[in-house]
């Protein structure tokens, strides 16, 4: 199963994400969290994904995205969220800073967080084929 951390301030905007994947995508896990400060000890490199809105009070979702790497989490399992345009978020986070950089709010950015969704759904069902073992006399 895929471990998914989504920390946003916008608990509205976290209910709908946390919705739409479990309704998509049953094979992903989503821990949700509005506080980044409370949010910090749940953050490891076993994640498969962390979401994290860039803008919220108390901690930002750059210093997030820094403490997250020094934790061991690869920066390519990191997705900043943000309310932002396009080229602010793009020279803020330059390619290679993390995974992806995302409008929450434009329906296109959409498409993307669903490939990746897809793509972590298919690599856990993937894995846990892998690790079924079949019985004698049973077939594989």
Known sequence: MGHILLIDDDAAF????????????????????????????AISDDLDLLLVDLEMPGLDGSKVL????????NKNRI????????????ERFPMGSCLAVLNKYEGQQKAVLDMIFKSLQQKGRSSDNACQTSRPGSKP
């Open 79 to 90: 997705i900043i969220l943000s309310g932002r345009d396009a080229d602010y978020l793009h």
């Open 66 to 73: 820094s403490y997250a790497v020094s934790r061991g989490l």
């Open 14 to 41: 976290l209910k709908l994400l946390e919705g739409y994947v479990a309704e998509h995508y049953p094979a992903l896990h989503v821990v949700t969290c509005n506080d980044p400060l409370q949010c910090l000890a």
